[in-house]
């Protein structure tokens, strides 16, 4: 079993920066893949960008390509996504989300390889 408690997120203005933070507890050394994902109400969930474990490979949606960088902290157990040049559609529930197959990385932006998710923190842009 792996828990994750996401934090960091909050209201800023359009063109500001956020990180958000997930931390990880459990059975944390079978992890492969990270996801951070969004969803809005009514909405399916999107990815928001991967990163595999193991290797540090990280893969990211066009959609925010260029604007967010995700990293981890194998030693403190946590995921973070860097936010910048938030746009007022950046504004969702923001998700993280783990998981223990091997083959993840062959679609990392799948929310179906993951197992594990955390329970959202919320991103608010104002334009």
């Known amino acids: 079993q792996v828990q994750l408690v996401e934090s960091g997120g909050g209201s800023v203005q359009a063109g500001g920066s956020l990180r958000l933070s997930c931390a990880a507890s459990g059975y944390t050394t079978s992890i492969y893949c990270y996801g951070w994902f969004r969803q809005a109400p009514g909405k399916e969930r999107e990815a928001v960008a991967g990163i595999y474990s193991r290797s540090g490979f990280t893969s990211y949606a066009d959609s925010v390509k260029g604007r967010v960088t995700i990293s981890q902290d194998t030693a403190k157990k946590t995921l973070y996504l860097q936010m910048d040049s938030l746009k007022p559609e950046d504004t969702n529930m923001y998700y993280c989300?783990?998981?223990?197959?091997?083959?993840?990385?062959?679609?990392?932006?799948?929310?179906?390889?993951?197992?594990?998710w955390g329970q959202g923190t919320q991103v608010t842009v104002s334009s």
């Open positions: 989300a783990t998981t223990q197959k091997g083959d993840c990385w062959l679609q990392p932006h799948d929310p179906y390889q993951y197992n594990y």
